[in-house]
């Protein structure tokens, strides 16, 4: 992955409301959620959830599929794992972690 990527990724998420929803989506896994019950299990108006959703798509931590006549958002685990994976390449410069630190970043 390259830092650009990074960088869009985490600059999306530096937000408290899309670092919600991000969350939001991971908890809820490939059956995804719709913008409604995210708007309400979050209390996010709508048309801010529309452009906190937008901003996710657009980094590439989401995506977005329709489902007859609802649009259903997912997170995009494979770029989530990449970008943690990029986050802590040569973690503890290629020596074993300490047991502490091991645990917290699954090294």
């Known amino acids: ?11 999306a998420l530096a937000q408290s409301s899309r670092l919600e929803v991000f969350r939001s989506l991971v908890v809820a896994g490939q059956a ?4 409604g019950a995210l708007s309400e299990s979050l209390g996010v108006a709508p048309n801010t ?7 996710l798509v657009h980094a590439d931590l989401i995506s977005q599929e329709r489902v007859g006549r609802n649009l259903v958002y997912r997170a995009q ?3 989530m794992n ?26």
């Open 32 to 35: 995804g959620l719709t913008p």
């Open 82 to 107: 990449a970008v943690l994976a990029y986050l802590t390449q040569n973690c503890c410069q290629g020596q074993p972690c300490l047991p502490a630190l091991a645990a917290a970043c699954d090294c």
């Open 77 to 79: 685990f494979d770029r």
């Open 1 to 11: 992955m390259e830092s650009i990527a990074v960088v869009k990724a985490l600059a």
């Open 49 to 55: 959830l529309s452009f906190h959703l937008k901003e």
